[in-house]
Structure formats: C-alpha cells, structure tokens
C-alpha cells in the first residue's frame, strides 16, 4: 500500500515536471516566433552582448542582471558617441529619446527581463544609465545587418 | 474524601483541554516563528540610515577633496575613515562612528543575505577605490595610476570627474544595498503574515477536529453508560473492585446523604448487614443480572430494591458493575398485605377458609405419607346472632375477636385455627389421637363458657363442635370439611355446648345432601332456574356498559334458595356443568334479544360467572361457540368471570383454565376477574393472562369510604388495573359515600344496590329503556 502511495507520488510528480518543461520551452519558442534571440549580461560595470551582430527583424532581447548592483539596459541606434547631461555621469536620454529602440528598467541582481523588438539594419549602442555606471564601462555595441 | 466518578464530565473536560493544548502549541509555535523571523529585522532602521548616510559621505568626500586642493582646510581622511568603517560595520556588523556629532554611533549586525553581502562588499570595494582615487588627486598622483578594485572602467580621463564617478557609483550602490535590506524586511514581514495566517487557521482546524474526534470517541464510550443512567429514574450506583465508583442523585436523595459520602465502601453504611456479600460478590464477578437488597433511608427505613446489573467492569470508562435499582418497597408491601388479606380474617387475624384449606391439603398429602393421623374441628357459637342483633355488629366482632383470642390460646402451636365467616370457626389439628381431639373441644367449650365481657354485659358463649378424624386415605379436603359440618349439624341438632365426631351414617341421616342434588336435578328439568341481571354502570357518565347474569332457583318446595346454597353442592357432583350451560344460553340469547331490540348499545357486555369446573372440562370453549352461535350474539357481546382462584395455583387445571380461557379472549370473548383482592398471591401472575377486568372485591368497597386501609388497597388495585390497561369495576356499591369515594378513586365502573339491584330481565329492560335517551346521548357525543 504505502509503496503503491510513493510510487504513485513519484509518477504525479514526473509528470507535473514534464508538463512545466514542455510549457516553458513551447511557451520560448512560440514567443520567439522566429525572432532572433539577443543575450545581454550586465554586471559591475560591463555589458556583454551574444550574438553581437545579427540580421534585421524581430529580436527577442534576454538581459540578465549578474550584479552585484541594480542596473537598466537602454538600446540606441547609434551615432560616434553618445551625448552626456551636464553632470557628465548620464547620457542624455532626451536627445536620444528619437533613436532609443528599448528601454528595460533598472532590476536588482539575478534578474531577467526580456524585450521583443524589430530592429532595423544599423549600428547600436546599449548602455546602463544608471549614475555612473556608464562611465564606469557599461556599454556595448550590437549590429543589425 | 475519594473525588466523585463523574463519567460525562471527564470526558467534556478531556475534550477541551485537548483543544487547549493544542491552541496553546500552536500558539507558541506562532509566537517563536514571530520571534525568530522578526529577530534579524530588529536593526532594520539604523542599517538603512547608515546605508543612505553612504550616499552624502560620498558627495561630501568629493567636495572635501576639492577644497582641499584649493587650500581649504578639510578633513577629507576623516570623511573616507567614516566612510569606510561604516561599510566595514554595515558588511561585519560593528559600529558605525557618529558623523557631524549630533547622531550617536551605531551598532549594527552583520549583514544576512547573498545580494545584500555582495552589494555592500561592492561599496566597500568602491568606498575603497573612491579614497584611493581621492588620495592621489590630493597627493598630485597621477589618477590613472589608482588600481581600482569593483571592475570599474572609467572612461573620463580628469581626476575630478573620476572622483565624481565613482561617488556616483558608491551612492547608487548604497542606496540599493538599503532598498534591498528594506525590500528584503518586507518580504520577511509578508512572509510572517502569511506564516501566521496559516498556522492560525491551522491550529483552529487541528483544534476543531481534536474536538470532534474527542466527542465522537467519548460519546460512543458513554453511550451504553449513558443509556443505563440517564434513560431511568432508577437509583444508579456503580461498583468497582474499590467499591462504590459512582453514585446517582437519587440514591443519595434516598439515604438524605451527600452522593460523596456513599463512594468507597461508605455505601455499605446504608445497607443492610446481610446484604453487603451479595453485593460485594456482583461487583466482584459481574453477575448474577438481578440483586435485592436494603438499603436504609434517611428516616432509617428499610426499602427493599431491586437492582438490574450491568457488567461494564471491562469498559474503560465505567470499570465497574452498574445496577439500576427500584425501590418496590411498597409493592413488597402491598403484595404482603393482599397475601395476608387472602389467608387471614381480617376481624379476628385467624386464617381463613382460603389458608385453612391450603393447609389442610399440605397436612394431608403428608399424613398420606407418615400415616399420622389429623383432625378436622368446626366450632359454631350458639347464640351468637342474637348478641349480634340485640347488641350490635360492634360488641359482635368484639365478641368474635375474643373468641378467636381463647380459641387461638387454647390449641397447641402446631394447630391452626380459621374463622369461616360468620360464628363459624375450624380448627386443624395434626399428629393427634381421638383422646387428645376430644379433649380439645371439651376445653374449647369451657373456655367459651366464661363469660366475654362486651358492649357492658357478660356473655356466655356455647359452640356446636363437629369432629372428623382422617383415618381412610383418599379423602380431600372438601369432604373432611363437609363431614365436620355434618357432625356440627348434628350436634346442633342433639342439643347445643356438644361436640359429635363424625360417622358416615350421620351424612345418611341428615341425607340434606343429596335431597338438594336431587331437587337440583329435577330443577333444571322443571326450568326453576332462571336468570337475573344486575346493571354495570360507567361511574363517570353513569351510562350502564353492561349487566352481570346471576342464577337464580325458585325451587318449589325450599323457595328462593341462594347460589351460595347449592352452587357448592352443584359443583361437588357435577351439575355445575349442566347449570353453565343454561346460564351461558340464557345469557346469550337475553344478550342478543337486547341488541335486536336496539336497547342496548354494541359496547354492551352480558357477564356470566363461570366456575373452575366448567373450565376444567374439555369442551368448554365449544360450549361458549355453540351458545354465541345459536343466539346470533358476537362474542364481544358476551363477558366471563372468573375467581382468581380458578386461574392461579392449581397446577395442570390452572394451565388448561388458562389456555381455554385465553383462546376465548382471542375470540373476542370480554375475561374479568371475580371478587378481586381476596385469594390472589402475587400481582405479577396477572401480568401474563388476558383480562380485560378486574372486579374490585365488596369487602374493600364498603370500607372503602371510612376505612383508611381499604380505601388504600382499593386505590392500589385500581391503579394495579390501570398500570396493566385493565377496567376496574367495584362491586356491592351500597351507598352514595361509597359511590363517591370510588369516583375519587378513579374507579371504572360500578355495581351494586345502590345503582341497580338484580333484576328479571324485563325489568331491567324498562330500566334500560329509561335510560335509553341519556344512552343514546352518549353514543351521539363519543
Ligand atoms: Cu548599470
């Protein structure tokens, strides 16, 4: 009886685990619809991009924070170099505010927050604006063919 | 003092301590989960001042270090060694130093938490590349130079704005180490809401369910119990291998004690000495099922009870034997008193004619065996009806009392001595030889001889003595009681103050015998029987539900001559079977003529006596078919009594009565009990038989209205009747007190002189048709 009991537990939960795989990874696929899927890795204070050039169309942006700090990713179609407020800490989002393709709010460490855009062909700047964090380095380039 | 056994309580008081000490677990469990979630969060607020305080400390060292430079005079070290022992406090715990001397320092715990640890060992590490970037400008170093620690890559190239940089990242990092302490306080707090809803809901169902578990577990063990103590009035006592265990209400109320003084062996103070073993005994072996013992009361009365045992010595609840007791103290009594009633004359305390009959059997069956001779003696006084008459009934039963006393005086213990009725006394005398007999009555007469002082004069008595000797064997009762009446008729007739013993050929010269027979024979040819119907009326609507047959002969040469007379003489040889027949067909087609002629309502009943020699006769129910059957009557038109007598205690015949008589009532057939109270020996033998009622007997009912005793033991049959679901009629209702102290007494029915003598049936039919209007009212109402 009691091992009919366990057994039976074991069997329920295999498959609750089978039936939450499934969901989430037809849930990415449908989601990504064919969308190119683009990584993006921010930590103290650097950003990382993977793939960092790809073809136009509808992108899937994955960015996860690795902290330790909270950090914002912003994605602008870019010119040479990015404007900064008077302060000299922030880019000056404003001036940009035409070119910005995503925006992703600030988030605390281990999060992952996901954006789905179309991206023109052209040469991209992502970058935190959080105070500082862009002069310390966190920026990176991705281009869409 | 043992504390009372209180078998429902304990278990109302097991169930609620269950549910208390489980809200009291899971309380405590509630309040030690509070404790511990809300221990870490104790500093919460002086660790996000300290973290916020971060941020100005920045700003301000950057300003410092600017002044500085320009030639201020600042402390910019000051600032960084706060700066940086308050990360070092708020990472390790420790003190936080003051800053601008009006806040006190701080003491702070370590920090607890993966992110917050990692946030605050990054604005340590940036606290740290700040001071050494600060250092450098202040030093004139080259910035560049500074190795930086948190990854920073910093793309300005100025010392200031380098400075500034990284005071922006040291702020922005504090800020977010304390959102994430508050953040992390909140969750906490959330947590501990949810936590405690959960175990509060919890700890009601736990506690609802105990409950229940509890009552439904206690109430299936009190159950049994429950029904033994709480569906009886009975007086409930419960006794253990310890004694008393448990004590009802009742049973104190009974002993006008405290129910707490009878626990232990402190109920064996109450009852009685010769008792206690065999209580002792059930408790100890659970049996036997029925027990009766005394007990004393708080008038210090002994009443008997009478106790049902319950073994429930293996229930874990009871562990002992419960008896349900009654208190039949009175019945006890009653049934006494109507057993003395039965074999005893009431006037003089002798036995009567019922007893000296019973006893003379027994003396018979053993001279039978032992050969032993006995005597029969039958004393009547000469002369008595005259004091009677001339000095009243009074100085009468005083005269008889004292009679009875000198005769009682007189005889040897082993005697019995019986009063008849009347001045007709017998005496029974075992293991005796003519000599001693005859020198019996010679002193009985003497002693009669002396004069009785009564009602203010000296009476002297004379007795005629009749003596039989028992010497053949075979001889009943009947006949030595008969033969001693003879031998007294025949020392009557040879002068009074003479005793005769018995011979054979004094029946043949008194001969009155069998002329009676014979004339009763020649009777019932010449139809000078017929029958007269005495009315029965409802005490209460006084409406008549019926009508007694009595047998009449109107014998040509004797006159009327009285039931009493030859009903004994019929019965002896037989034609009392002849004379029930014609009394059953005459009845029966009286009864239907009746109901025919619309007179009577259908509820009527005609009553015939039926003696125990009828019954004993096979075929009597065939006679009784016959006679409802050739009269066109319904059987519950017709109604039979009986003596109690016929029915009780004569071995087989008392079964085959019984058995014709019960199939009668199946029938339909009505079964009253004739002169009820008289010869009966237990009240439980009628609980078994069909009767429909009982006739309450005349002697109860005359004294029923002045005699305090009779009254009571009319009380007591009625409701005997009653409690059985049986009607009551009182007989030989003589005057209106009698009349209304038996409609006080709850009486059924009546009958007697006073509401309609005997009559010939035509007369009664004009009595009926006189009533006949109130009947019909009656019929019209119900
Ligand atoms: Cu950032």
Same mark, same amino acid.
């Given at each position: 009886?009691?091992?009919?009991?366990?057994?039976? *537990?074991?069997?329920?939960?295999?498959?609750?685990?089978?039936?939450?795989?499934?969901?989430?990874?037809?849930?990415?696929?449908?989601?990504?619809? *064919?969308?190119?899927?683009?990584?993006? =890795?921010?930590?103290?204070?650097?950003?990382?991009?993977?793939?960092?050039?790809?073809?136009?169309? =509808?992108?899937?942006?994955?960015?996860?924070? *690795?902290? /330790?700090?909270?950090?914002?990713?912003?994605?602008?179609?870019?010119?040479?170099?990015?404007?900064?407020?008077?302060?000299?800490?922030?880019?000056?989002?404003?001036?940009?505010?035409?070119?910005?393709?995503?925006?992703?709010?600030?988030?605390? /460490?281990?999060?992952?927050?996901?954006?789905?855009?179309?991206?023109?062909?052209?040469?991209?700047?992502?970058?935190?604006?959080?105070?500082?964090?862009?002069?310390?380095?966190?920026?990176?380039?991705?281009?869409?063919? | 003092?043992?504390?009372?056994?209180?078998?429902?309580?304990?278990?109302?008081?097991?169930?609620?301590?269950?549910?208390?000490?489980?809200?009291?677990?899971? +309380?405590?469990?509630?309040?030690?989960?509070?404790?511990?979630?809300?221990?870490?969060?104790?500093?919460?607020?002086?660790?996000?001042?300290?973290?916020?305080?971060?941020?100005?400390?920045?700003?301000?060292?950057? %300003?410092?270090?600017?002044?500085?430079?320009?030639?201020?005079?600042?402390?910019?070290?000051?600032?960084?060694?706060?700066?940086?022992?308050?990360?070092?406090?708020?990472?390790?715990?420790?003190?936080?130093?003051?800053?601008?001397?009006?806040?006190?320092?701080?003491?702070?715990?370590?920090?607890?938490?993966?992110?917050?640890?990692?946030?605050?060992?990054?604005?340590?590490?940036?606290?740290? !590349?700040?001071?050494?970037?600060?250092? +450098?400008?202040?030093?004139?170093?080259?910035?560049?130079?500074?190795?930086?620690?948190?990854?920073?890559?910093?793309?300005?190239?100025?010392?200031?704005?380098?400075?500034?940089?990284?005071?922006?990242?040291? +702020?922005?990092?504090?800020?977010?180490?304390?959102?994430?302490?508050?953040?992390?306080?909140?969750?906490?707090?959330?947590?501990?809401?949810?936590?405690?809803?959960?175990?509060?809901?919890?700890?009601?169902?736990?506690?609802?369910?105990?409950?229940?578990?509890?009552?439904?577990?206690?109430?299936?063990?009190?159950?049994?119990?429950?029904?033994?103590?709480?569906?009886?009035?009975?007086?409930?006592?419960?006794?253990?291998?310890?004694?008393?265990?448990?004590?009802?209400?009742?049973?104190?109320?009974?002993?006008? %004690?405290?129910?707490?003084?009878?626990?232990?062996?402190?109920?064996?103070?109450?009852?009685?000495?010769?008792?206690?073993?065999?209580?002792?005994?059930?408790?100890?072996?659970?049996?036997?099922?029925?027990?009766?013992?005394?007990?004393?009361?708080?008038?210090?009365?002994?009443?008997?009870?009478?106790?049902?045992?319950?073994?429930?010595?293996?229930?874990?609840?009871?562990?002992?034997?419960?008896?349900?007791?009654?208190?039949?103290?009175?019945?006890?009594?009653?049934?006494?008193?109507?057993?003395?009633?039965?074999?005893?004359?009431?006037?003089?305390?002798?036995?009567?004619?019922?007893?000296?009959?019973?006893?003379?059997?027994?003396?018979?069956?053993?001279?039978?065996?032992?050969?032993?001779?006995?005597?029969?003696?039958?004393?009547?006084?000469?002369?008595?009806?005259?004091?009677?008459?001339?000095?009243?009934?009074?100085?009468?039963?005083?005269?008889?009392?004292?009679?009875?006393?000198?005769?009682?005086?007189?005889?040897?213990?082993?005697?019995?001595?019986?009063?008849?009725?009347?001045?007709?006394?017998?005496?029974?005398? #075992?293991?005796?030889?003519?000599?001693?007999?005859?020198?019996?009555?010679?002193?009985?007469?003497?002693?009669?001889?002396?004069?009785?002082?009564?009602?203010?004069?000296?009476?002297?008595?004379?007795?005629?003595?009749?003596?039989?000797?028992?010497?053949?064997?075979?001889?009943?009762?009947?006949?030595?009681?008969?033969?001693?009446?003879?031998?007294?008729?025949?020392?009557?007739?040879?002068?009074?103050?003479?005793?005769?013993?018995?011979?054979? #050929?004094?029946?043949?010269?008194?001969?009155?015998?069998? #002329?009676?027979?014979?004339?009763?024979?020649?009777?019932?040819?010449?139809?000078?029987?017929?029958?007269?119907?005495?009315?029965?009326?409802?005490?209460?609507?006084?409406?008549?539900?019926?009508?007694?047959?009595?047998?009449?002969?109107?014998?040509?040469?004797?006159?009327?001559?009285?039931?009493?007379?030859?009903?004994?003489?019929?019965?002896?040889?037989?034609?009392?079977?002849?004379?029930?027949?014609?009394?059953?067909?005459?009845?029966?087609?009286?009864?239907?003529?009746?109901?025919?002629?619309?007179?009577?309502?259908?509820?009527?009943?005609?009553?015939?006596?039926?003696?125990?020699?009828?019954?004993?006769?096979?075929?009597?129910?065939?006679?009784?078919?016959?006679?409802?059957?050739?009269?066109?009557?319904?059987?519950?038109?017709?109604?039979?009594?009986?003596?109690?007598?016929?029915?009780? #205690?004569?071995?087989?015949?008392?079964?085959?009565?019984?058995?014709?008589?019960?199939?009668?009532?199946?029938?339909?057939?009505?079964?009253?009990?004739?002169?009820?109270?008289?010869?009966?020996?237990?009240?439980?033998?009628?609980?078994?038989?069909?009767?429909?009622?009982?006739?309450?007997?005349?002697?109860?009912?005359?004294?029923?209205?002045?005699?305090?005793?009779?009254?009571?033991?009319?009380?007591?049959?009625?409701?005997?009747?009653?409690?059985?679901?049986?009607?009551?009629?009182?007989?030989?209702?003589?005057?209106?007190?009698?009349?209304? +102290?038996?409609?006080?007494?709850?009486?059924?029915?009546?009958?007697?002189?006073?509401?309609?003598?005997?009559?010939?049936?035509?007369?009664?039919?004009?009595?009926?048709?006189?009533?006949?209007?109130?009947?019909? !009212?009656?019929?019209?109402?119900?």
């Amino acid at each position: 009886m009691r091992q009919r009991f366990s057994l039976l *537990g074991l069997l329920s939960v295999l498959a609750a685990i089978v039936v939450f795989a499934s969901a989430c990874s037809g849930g990415g696929q449908n989601a990504a619809g *064919g969308a190119t899927v683009v990584r993006v =890795n921010e930590r103290d204070f650097r950003i990382t991009v993977s793939p960092a050039r790809i073809h136009a169309g =509808n992108v899937q942006l994955v960015v996860h924070n *690795g902290g /330790p700090d909270t950090h914002e990713l912003i994605l602008v179609r870019s010119r040479a170099r990015l404007p900064l407020r008077a302060d000299g800490l922030t880019v000056d989002e404003r001036v940009l505010e035409h070119v910005t393709a995503a925006s992703v709010d600030g988030a605390g /460490p281990g999060a992952v927050r996901r954006d789905w855009l179309h991206l023109s062909p052209g040469r991209y700047e992502l970058f935190c604006n959080m105070a500082g964090h862009f002069m310390a380095g966190m920026q990176a380039e991705l281009v869409v063919e | 003092m043992r504390r009372q056994f209180q078998p429902f309580a304990s278990g109302g008081r097991r169930t609620i301590v269950g549910i208390l000490v489980t809200f009291a677990l899971f +309380s405590a469990l509630s309040v030690t989960l509070s404790i511990w979630t809300t221990k870490g969060s104790q500093h919460r607020a002086a660790v996000v001042e300290v973290a916020a305080r971060q941020r100005t400390l920045a700003e301000r060292y950057v %300003k410092e270090i600017l002044l500085a430079r320009a030639g201020a005079r600042v402390d910019p070290q000051q600032t960084a060694s706060v700066m940086a022992a308050s990360a070092g406090a708020l990472l390790n715990g420790g003190t936080a130093p003051a800053v601008w001397g009006d806040d006190d320092e701080t003491t702070l715990p370590a920090a607890s938490g993966t992110v917050v640890r990692r946030q605050l060992e990054q604005e340590r590490r940036l606290v740290s !590349d700040l001071q050494a970037t600060g250092s +450098s400008v202040l030093a004139g170093r080259p910035v560049a130079a500074v190795r930086l620690r948190a990854h920073e890559h910093l793309k300005a190239t100025s010392p200031i704005d380098r400075l500034r940089v990284l005071s922006a990242l040291t +702020s922005n990092v504090s800020l977010n180490a304390a959102r994430t302490i508050a953040a992390a306080d909140d969750q906490n707090v959330n947590h501990l809401i949810i936590v405690q809803a959960v175990l509060g809901a919890l700890g009601l169902l736990v506690s609802l369910a105990l409950g229940w578990v509890l009552i439904v577990i206690t109430r299936r063990k009190t159950e049994h119990f429950r029904s033994l103590v709480i569906s009886s009035t009975d007086l409930v006592l419960v006794l253990g291998p310890d004694g008393c265990r448990y004590a009802g209400h009742s049973v104190g109320a009974l002993v006008g %004690k405290d129910e707490s003084a009878l626990l232990g062996y402190g109920y064996e103070a109450f009852v009685h000495l010769d008792d206690r073993p065999a209580l002792r005994s059930a408790a100890a072996h659970g049996g036997p099922r029925e027990v009766v013992f005394r007990m004393r009361d708080q008038s210090g009365e002994w009443r008997r009870l009478e106790s049902h045992l319950t073994d429930l010595r293996q229930d874990r609840l009871v562990r002992g034997v419960v008896l349900n007791s009654r208190d039949i103290t009175e019945r006890v009594e009653l049934e006494r008193q109507l057993t003395h009633q039965a074999f005893h004359d009431t006037l003089t305390g002798l036995a009567n004619r019922a007893l000296f009959r019973d006893r003379l059997e027994h003396a018979l069956a053993h001279s039978e065996r032992s050969g032993q001779r006995l005597a029969v003696m039958l004393a009547d006084l000469d002369g008595f009806k005259q004091v009677n008459d001339s000095l009243g009934h009074d100085a009468g039963d005083q005269l008889l009392r004292e009679v009875g006393r000198r005769f009682s005086r007189t005889v040897r213990a082993s005697d019995t001595v019986a009063r008849f009725g009347g001045d007709e006394f017998a005496f029974l005398l #075992e293991n005796v030889t003519n000599e001693e007999v005859i020198g019996l009555a010679r002193r009985l007469l003497d002693q009669l001889a002396l004069p009785i002082v009564t009602g203010g004069r000296d009476v002297a008595l004379g007795a005629s003595i009749g003596i039989v000797l028992h010497t053949a064997p075979g001889s009943t009762s009947e006949e030595l009681i008969s033969q001693a009446d003879v031998a007294m008729y025949a020392a009557k007739d040879s002068g009074r103050g003479r005793y005769e013993l018995y011979c054979p #050929e004094m029946a043949k010269e008194v001969g009155e015998l069998l #002329e009676i027979e014979q004339e009763l024979r020649l009777g019932l040819q010449r139809g000078e029987f017929s029958l007269h119907y005495q009315p029965e009326l409802d005490l209460e609507s006084e409406r008549i539900v019926g009508a007694e047959a009595l047998l009449r002969w109107q014998s040509p040469t004797r006159g009327l001559v009285s039931p009493a007379r030859f009903i004994p003489i019929a019965e002896t040889n037989g034609l009392i079977v002849a004379l029930g027949e014609f009394v059953l067909r005459q009845a029966c087609t009286q009864a239907a003529e009746w109901r025919k002629a619309g007179l009577v309502a259908d509820s009527f009943v005609t009553w015939v006596n039926v003696s125990a020699k009828q019954l004993d006769r096979h075929g009597f129910q065939t006679v009784v078919q016959q006679a409802l059957a050739e009269a066109g009557l319904p059987a519950g038109a017709l109604g039979i009594e009986v003596t109690e007598s016929t029915i009780i #205690e004569r071995g087989a015949a008392t079964d085959h009565a019984r058995a014709e008589l019960a199939d009668l009532h199946r029938q339909g057939v009505h079964i009253a009990i004739d002169d009820f109270g008289t010869g009966f020996s237990s009240l439980g033998q009628l609980r078994h038989f069909p009767i429909d009622m009982i006739k309450v007997d005349y002697s109860f009912v005359q004294g029923a209205e002045h005699d305090a005793k009779d009254a009571a033991i009319t009380a007591n049959l009625v409701n005997l009747a009653h409690a059985l679901g049986i009607v009551a009629i009182a007989e030989g209702i003589e005057s209106p007190g009698q009349l209304s +102290s038996l409609q006080s007494l709850g009486c059924d029915l009546g009958q007697g002189y006073l509401l309609g003598r005997p009559m010939p049936p035509d007369q009664l039919e004009g009595f009926l048709s006189q009533r006949r209007s109130r009947l019909v !009212d009656g019929k019209a109402v119900a």
